[in-house]
Every structure is written in C-alpha cells, then in structure tokens.
T-cell receptor, first 112, second 113 residues
Framework: DQQVKQNSPSLSVQEGRISILNCDYT??????FLWYKKYPAEGPTFLIS?????DKNEDGRFTVFLNKSAKHLSLHIVPSQPGDSAVYFC???????????FGPGTRLSVLP | ETGVTQTPRHLVMGMTNKKSLKCEQH?????MYWYKQSAKKPLELMFV???????ENNSVPSRFSPECPNSSHLFLHLHTLQPEDSALYLC????????????FGQGTRLTVV
C-alpha cells in the first residue's frame, strides 16, 4: 500500500495560470512534508517544505498548503511558467527521521 | 565541481558481475543516502549514512553493499544482481541526518542482463 499518493500522473496548465498539484498521505504520524521537482536526466531538486505545525508555507511563486485532518497537501505555482514543466514529487516523513516516503510523482506541463 | 556527482551515469552488467557505483558530494554535508527508483514505482530509501556511520538499512538484500569511507564519498557495491534490480540509483546528501532538504545526484541508470 502506498503511504503517499499523487493521484494525478500528469497535469497540463497554460502559462500564467495556476498549477495545483495534490498529494495525500495515510500515516497520521507524518509531521514533515517536502516537495521536489525533477527534470529529465537530472536528480530531484528540493523545492519547498512544510511542518505539521503550519498549514501554509510560501516561497516566491510556490505555496504549499497542508490539511492535516484530511491528510492532504497541495503545491500551488502562480503564475506557472514553461520552465516549471517537470515531474513533481511530494514526500512525507518525520521531522526527526531520515526516511521520507515519496509519492509516485505528477508530470506538470506548462504550455506557452 | 559542485553539488552531488554520481558515476557512472549508465551501467549495464551481467548477473555474475561485480560493479560499484560512486557518489561524491562537494557541499560539506554530514549525511549521505542511496535511493532506488524502479520503473513505475516511487523513490525508495536504501541506505543512510550519517558522519560515515550507517544509521539505516531499509531491508535491502545483501547483494547491495554500501561503503562510506568519508563524509564526501559514498559507494554502492553490486554483486550477483538480478534483472529486477534494474533501476535508477540516486545518491543524495543533506546537512544533517534529518534529510529534510536533500540534494540529489543525477543518478546511475543500471541495467542487469
């Protein structure tokens, strides 16, 4: 059973619009969440994180929202740019641990 | 060079071969990791090293043997692998062993024939 799910394998968005990538988790012990971005032929790159003591964290065009009761987080990219086209992974784990469980990823395509 | 560097980028090996994957980080980090990404599956953590000591081994078969001679280098020694071990192997490092912001290498695409 997947502990971290990203139910949309792919998403297409027009340049300038908002991209919303979703992630659900099952383990209520998870208290720290990460988003990574991956371009082809490159390793994942850390994007943004959020602790369970917060429900929102913002960094420039990227905002992550956390709904603990629903065990759901989302990444908003506003405005979306063609350079944002990549695979986005969410990961969940413990602030004190090493083993973050990754989701399968969502491929975002931002169309010019 | 900066960041996390992995060699080789691609590797094809037979089931009776012995090979090693190499990872080097130039970030001054204290923790290093090996991940495996199989086709259609999420990234899976294999090994964690913190200050050159192994702190976690996620039930990885013994045909995978990690080595961390110093805080900048990490190896994954491979022997008698199976075709199902074909995958992308990613190395990562982080400032400390909490792994809350890992820097990844480009990965080694391994094919076992």
């Amino acid at each position: 059973d997947q502990q971290v799910k990203q139910n949309s394998p792919s998403l297409s968005v027009q340049e300038g619009r908002i991209s919303i990538l979703n992630c659900d988790y099952t383990n209520s012990m998870f208290d720290y969440f990460l988003w990574y971005k991956k371009y082809p032929a490159e390793g994942p790159t850390f994007l943004i994180s959020i602790s369970s003591i917060k429900d929102k964290n913002e960094d420039g065009r990227f905002t992550v929202f956390l709904n603990k009761s629903a065990k759901h987080l989302s990444l908003h990219i506003v405005p979306s740019q063609p350079g944002d086209s990549a695979v986005y992974f969410c990961a969940a784990g413990s602030w004190y641990g090493q083993n973050f469980v990754f989701g399968p990823g969502t491929r975002l395509s931002v169309l010019p | 060079e900066t960041g996390v560097t992995q060699t080789p980028r691609h590797l094809v090996m037979g089931m009776t071969n012995k090979k090693s994957l190499k990872c080097e980080q130039h970030l001054g980090h204290n923790a290093m990791y090996w991940y495996k990404q199989s086709a259609k599956k999420p990234l899976e953590l294999m090994f964690v090293y913190s200050l050159e000591e192994r702190v976690e081994n996620n039930s990885v078969p013994s045909r995978f043997s990690p080595e961390c001679p110093n805080s900048s280098h990490l190896f994954l020694h491979l022997h008698t692998l199976q075709p199902e071990d074909s995958a992308l192997y990613l190395c990562a490092s982080s400032q400390d062993s909490r792994n809350t912001e890992a820097f990844f290498g480009q990965g080694t695409r391994l094919t076992v024939v």
